[in-house]
């Protein structure tokens, strides 16, 4: 269990997809581009078999967690991590019911 304050050290917002594409000689991973409201966060996330064709995921808004230590996958810099649910082990993206503006604070 965690508290509020602890909760409220977690910076997600709404980002914008407005590139994606496979990580070269990896099965699992996805390279996105978000617009996260006046900036662009590059994010490598295990998506790609779920979601194969990549060119859908453009213009998706999804949550990302955008305080999370910088990691290097597959000699690709994340910088943050997408929300999703798990469907059987599958990734499924998280959306807002209505378009909001990029960067705009999940609470």
Known sequence: MINLKDFKKLDIRIGKIISAEKVPDTDKLVKLILDIGGEERQVVAGIA???PDTKELIGKEI????????????????NGMILAADNDGKPVLLHPDKEIPPGSRVK
């Open 49 to 51: 078999e779920a979601y």
């Open 63 to 78: 949550p990302i967690l955008l305080n999370l230590e910088p990691r290097e996958l597959r000699g690709e810099m994340s």
